[in-house]
């Protein structure tokens, strides 16, 4: 069977991988504030660390580049400390309380990042479908 869409599978697979990305860093903006989590520690940031793999084509026996995500990483910052004595979770010594160490600006850079990467990827995903429709349509003319 001819494949007339050839890299859309690593396409697919980035594709996924920056949606992973932007979903983490929305999680990370949404708990920037939280500074009393389940295991009553502040919030840790959250990031992803990709890896690139060679899957081995099936028809041209070719190696094609695909990116997955390894693992999503815990920043090991720690967490900053402010002045708020009325808090329930402040030291009642000192006022002071911990909240995550998240920079939004940071955030918002990350996912400016994965949201463009997403765009260009699928970019290319639409392009190799109209490729594919003009090249079916040679035949019918």
């Given at each position: 069977m001819i494949s007339l869409?050839?890299?859309?599978?690593?396409?697919?697979?980035a594709l996924q991988a920056e949606q992973t990305r932007m979903e983490v860093v929305g999680n990370n903006i949404a708990n920037a504030n939280?500074?009393?989590?389940?295991?009553?520690?502040?919030?840790?940031?959250?990031e992803v660390v990709f890896e690139s793999v060679?899957?081995?084509?099936?028809?041209?026996?070719?190696?094609?580049?695909?990116?997955?995500?390894?693992?999503?990483?815990?920043?090991?910052?720690p967490p900053l400390m402010i002045h708020d004595p009325d808090s329930p979770f402040a030291d009642p010594k000192t006022g002071m309380r911990a909240v995550p160490n998240i920079n939004i600006y940071e955030e918002m850079a990350d996912y400016m990042i994965a949201s463009r990467a997403y765009e260009a990827n699928l970019s290319v995903v639409k392009t190799a479908?109209?490729?594919?429709?003009?090249?079916?349509s040679i035949g019918k003319r």
């Open positions: 869409l050839n890299g859309i599978d690593s396409t697919s697979a939280v500074s009393h989590g389940p295991d009553g520690q502040p919030f840790k940031r959250k060679l899957k081995q084509a099936e028809n041209g026996g070719q190696a094609i580049p695909s990116l997955s995500v390894a693992r999503i990483a815990t920043d090991n910052r479908r109209a490729m594919a429709m003009q090249t079916l």
